[in-house]
């Protein structure tokens, strides 16, 4: 008895479609022939670009106000300082009831995220954010005697156009300093950037505000006892038209 003749099978290629159904195979041809024929190119970036959106972080521009470099509003016992090997700083000393803060308010763009930052050293030195949405208002702080640097991510909301900036030390603490302040992110040419336009003029930003008040009887970082300070009128911050335009990243 002769044994079954068993009969071998070429696996057929599988050609593209096969298996699809008729309007995906038809869909993908024609993705086929319009990425071979250039009618799909990348879309355009429409982003905004991420740019250094705080003035005078270096504290390097003349004094606009007795102690107080321009673009920041500061208490009267924060000074700036000078020397060759570090160049310009701010040095802030804290008194029984004053917090030695120095602000400034910069302009935002809704539903972006920024990066604050700042080189600090001595007690207690606090870095941060003040608005009226979620992640809006955020800060850190440093208790380290050597130069470190302070980093804080902020998160505007949907309608959130400016944002105050702000540092200060603590109540009765030694001095402390801050050498360099930088916030990036996205945000829009200032008008100074481009040639004016007949009848123009520069931008300008919302007016500087203090921040909050601690009273002394709470710890450092806590709000349990913020109160709003009665502080005069501070004019606009101003930048010269012929500053540079801000760093683009």
Request: charged share 15%; aromatic share 8%.
């Given at each position: 008895?002769?044994?079954?003749?068993?009969?071998?099978?070429r696996?057929?290629?599988?050609?593209?479609?096969?298996?699809?159904?008729?309007?995906?195979?038809?869909?993908?041809?024609?993705?086929?022939?319009?990425?071979?024929?250039?009618?799909?190119g990348?879309?355009?970036?429409?982003?905004?670009?991420?740019?250094?959106?705080?003035?005078?972080?270096?504290?390097?521009?003349?004094?606009?106000?007795?102690?107080?470099?321009?673009?920041?509003?500061?208490?009267?016992?924060?000074?700036?300082?000078?020397?060759?090997?570090?160049?310009?700083?701010?040095?802030?000393?804290?008194?029984a009831d004053?917090?030695?803060?120095?602000?400034?308010?910069?302009?935002?763009?809704?539903?972006?995220?920024?990066?604050?930052?700042?080189?600090?050293r001595?007690?207690?030195?606090?870095?941060?954010?003040?608005?009226?949405?979620?992640?809006?208002?955020?800060?850190?702080?440093?208790n380290?005697?050597?130069?470190?640097?302070?980093?804080?991510?902020?998160?505007?909301?949907?309608?959130?156009?400016?944002?105050?900036?702000?540092?200060?030390?603590?109540?009765?603490?030694?001095?402390?300093?801050?050498?360099?302040?930088?916030?990036?992110?996205?945000?829009v040419?200032?008008?100074?950037?481009?040639?004016?336009?007949?009848?123009?003029?520069?931008?300008?930003?919302?007016?500087?505000?203090?921040?909050?008040?601690?009273?002394?009887?709470?710890?450092?970082?806590?709000?349990?006892n913020?109160?709003?300070?009665?502080?005069?009128?501070?004019?606009?911050?101003?930048?010269?038209?012929?500053?540079?335009?801000?760093?683009?990243?």
């Amino acid at each position: 008895m002769r044994a079954p003749l068993l009969r071998r099978h070429r696996p057929r290629s599988r050609r593209a479609g096969d298996g699809l159904p008729a309007a995906a195979a038809i869909g993908a041809v024609a993705l086929a022939a319009t990425a071979t024929l250039g009618l799909g190119g990348p879309a355009s970036s429409t982003e905004p670009p991420r740019i250094e959106v705080l003035g005078n972080g270096t504290f390097t521009a003349p004094l606009e106000y007795t102690g107080t470099p321009t673009g920041w509003l500061c208490q009267q016992n924060v000074l700036r300082s000078y020397n060759q090997y570090r160049g310009y700083w701010l040095e802030g000393s804290p008194a029984a009831d004053e917090l030695a803060w120095c602000t400034q308010r910069v302009a935002v763009l809704p539903n972006s995220t920024y990066t604050l930052s700042a080189d600090v050293r001595g007690p207690y030195v606090f870095l941060g954010t003040e608005g009226g949405g979620p992640g809006e208002t955020v800060q850190s702080w440093s208790n380290d005697p050597d130069w470190n640097l302070l980093t804080v991510t902020v998160t505007t909301g949907p309608d959130a156009t400016s944002l105050l900036v702000r540092l200060h030390g603590w109540y009765g603490q030694t001095p402390y300093q801050v050498k360099r302040v930088s916030m990036v992110g996205p945000g829009v040419l200032p008008t100074w950037c481009a040639p004016r336009s007949p009848g123009g003029s520069p931008s300008t930003l919302p007016p500087s505000a203090p921040p909050s008040t601690r009273t002394n009887t709470a710890s450092p970082g806590s709000t349990a006892n913020d109160t709003v300070g009665p502080y005069p009128e501070t004019p606009n911050p101003t930048f010269n038209t012929v500053d540079p335009c801000p760093d683009q990243y």
